[in-house]
C-alpha cells in the first residue's frame, strides 16, 4: 500500500512539474517596426509580417522559446531596448560603432548598400550626386541620415528627416522630395511596387555596405551568443536561404 502511495505522489509531483514547466516556457519578446516593408511591416490587424519577423521566428523555434512580438516606433526603439520592454530588436538595424556604444549587436543576418531613389524626370543620374540646391529625405536616427547629413548637407543640399521610410517615399511619390536614400532592398522593392510610376531607383551609393544584426542589451551576452548559435544552425540548414528566397531574387547575406 505504502508502495502504490509513494508511486502516486511521484506521478502526482511530475505532473505538476511538467505543468509548472509548461506555464513558465520561456518568452522571448521582440520588437520591430512595422513599417520598412518587405523586412518588416504590419497588416490590417496590426500583426507583424516580413523578413524580419519570419527570422525571428525561426530562431525562437531553434533556441525552443516562445516568441512575442512588440510594434515600436524607430526614434524610441532603442531607449525601449534599454528600458527592458522587450529583449532583442530585429528591425533591419545596422550596425554602427555609435549604436555598439550602447547596445550589443549580434553577428549580421544580412548586409546591404545605402541607395538612392529620384522621380522618373529627375536630372540626377549618377549616385554620386551632391544635391546641391535640392531636398533628399531619408528616415532619422538612422545610418542614411547619418550619411546625408554628413555628405549632402555640406555641399549645399537640405536633408529632410522623417519619421519613417514610407513617409519619406510618399513626399518623393507626391513631388515634394528631389530624392530619397535608403537601404536597397526596400528602396528598391518600393520602385518596383508602390512608386513604380513616380519614381526610379538609381542604384547603389559607393563604398555604403553595412550589417543589419539583432540588438540586445549589452549585459545579455548569454542571449546574444545563443541567437549567434540559432542563426548559424538556420544558415547551416538551409532555412535561412528558403526565408531569403519568399522575398528576394538575390543573394542578401
Known amino acids: 500500500m505504502n508502495k502504490l502511495i509513494r508511486t502516486a505522489a511521484v506521478i502526482t509531483a511530475c505532473m505538476l512539474l511538467a505543468t509548472l514547466n509548461t506555464a ?9 517596426e512595422g513599417a520598412y516593408p518587405p523586412f518588416n511591416y504590419v497588416d490590417s490587424n496590426n500583426t507583424l509580417h ?132 535608403a537601404d536597397k532592398y526596400p528602396l528598391l522593392a518600393w520602385t518596383q511596387g508602390a512608386g513604380k510610376e513616380c519614381c526610379t531607383f538609381l542604384g547603389d551609393i559607393p563604398g555604403t555596405h553595412a550589417d543589419a544584426a539583432i540588438v540586445v542589451r549589452k549585459e545579455d551576452k548569454k542571449l546574444r551568443k545563443r541567437l549567434n548559435k540559432a542563426l548559424a544552425e538556420i544558415i547551416a540548414d538551409g532555412t535561412y536561404q528558403e526565408l531569403v528566397s519568399r522575398y528576394f531574387d538575390v543573394d542578401i547575406y
Open 50 to 181: 516580413g523578413f524580419d519577423i519570419d527570422i525571428a521566428h525561426a530562431l525562437c523555434e531553434k533556441m525552443n522559446v516562445k516568441c512575442t512580438f512588440v510594434t515600436q516606433d524607430w526614434e524610441g526603439m532603442i531607449p525601449a531596448l534599454l528600458a527592458k520592454k522587450y529583449d532583442a530588436i530585429v528591425a533591419s538595424m545596422n550596425v554602427t560603432e555609435e549604436r555598439k556604444k550602447k547596445i550589443a549587436f549580434t553577428d549580421r543576418y544580412y548586409r546591404t548598400p545605402l541607395s538612392l531613389a529620384v522621380p522618373k524626370d529627375s536630372p540626377i543620374t549618377d549616385t554620386r550626386a551632391t544635391f546641391k540646391e535640392l531636398t533628399v529625405g531619408t528616415q532619422s536616427f538612422s545610418t542614411q541620415s547619418i550619411y546625408a547629413e554628413k555628405h549632402y548637407e555640406p555641399a549645399g543640399a537640405h536633408v529632410k528627416l522623417y519619421p519613417s521610410q514610407d513617409e519619406a517615399a510618399s513626399d518623393l511619390a507626391a513631388g515634394r522630395l528631389d530624392a530619397v536614400i
Open 24 to 32: 513558465h516556457a520561456e518568452t522571448l519578446r521582440i520588437a520591430s
